[in-house]
């Protein structure tokens, strides 16, 4: 285990132009302080994690932030991992409105999958990188209590009681916790919560500053087929009535909407699978993906 992860990464930059280097990161500096004691809570997506590299790149840009005092919160999704956990025994899921739809043998695999294997793989990246992580879901510490959504979709949850105070203790230790999207019910229940509705439950319980997105596209496309930089709620709403956002987007929109409701100070939709995607965002000038602004 590296304690200073420079190994690979000095002999990939070896050849660059340090004295540009050297600028680039003196331009980060207002960043730097801008986010000093933020909380920022990303949502790695299934589709965003793909190779080992990509997930060594979101590692390494998660430790950096911690180390100039972010407070990072990982929430991730794993539906294609699920899916295919799912294949390998024979079942094809349905899903509605986004959801999947999650019997007593599908949560069981739904569990598994993403408390194990998916939550497990980042933990592991990102001590590789010389951080400190713990895999929790939203049953520890009763962190995500659920109600079922839809009698219709099974043990699939909604949040209705968060409990963060957990989270803060993790801050305070400098432990950075990477959260699987599984709620616990009142009667003992497991639910299986959509990835970015969690995420969104967890940004407004710590009343983050910033939830970032990390989807497998570059931003909120519009008519155009552009990505749009900036959009409002009205924006939203009207896309999405015309159906130019659609699918997997509805759940982004509508999670980063209820954030911003919930006190998050903003929200972004943007492209995981872009190297340093995270760093981008927070740590230069343009920014990356699709900005929503909140009231505070
Ligand atoms: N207006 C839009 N702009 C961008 N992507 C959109 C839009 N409408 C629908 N999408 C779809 O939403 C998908 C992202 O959702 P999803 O596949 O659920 O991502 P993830 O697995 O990262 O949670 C994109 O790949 C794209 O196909
Ligand atoms: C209720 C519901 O649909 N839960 C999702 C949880 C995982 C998830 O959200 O994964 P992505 O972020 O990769 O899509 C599922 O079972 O696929």
Known sequence: MPPFATEGFMTETAQEDWPATAHTLSQALPFFQRYAGATVVIKLGGHAMG???????????????????????????????INAMLKAQGVESEFVGGKRVTDAATIEVVEMVLSGLVGKRIVQAIQAEGGTAVGISGK?????????????????GTPVEMNPAFLERLKDSKTIPVIAPIGMGRNGETFNVNGDTAAGAIAAALTADRLLLL???????????EVISEITPEAIRELTDSGVIA??????????????EGGVRAAVILDGRVPHACLLELYTMGGAGTLIRGKR
Do not use: W, Y
């Open 51 to 81: 190779s080992d590299e990509a997930m060594r790149s979101f590692a390494r840009d998660v430790v950096l932030m911690s180390h100039v005092g972010v407070n990072p919160v990982i929430v991730h999704g794993g539906g294609p991992m």
């Open 140 to 156: 520890d510490a009763r962190l995500m209590v659920c109600e079922q959504t839809d009698a219709r979709l099974g043990f699939v």
């Open 215 to 225: 989807t497998d596209v570059p931003g909120v496309k519009g008519a155009d087929g």
């Open 247 to 260: 699918g997997g987007m509805i759940p982004k929109t509508e999670t980063a909407l209820s954030a911003m």
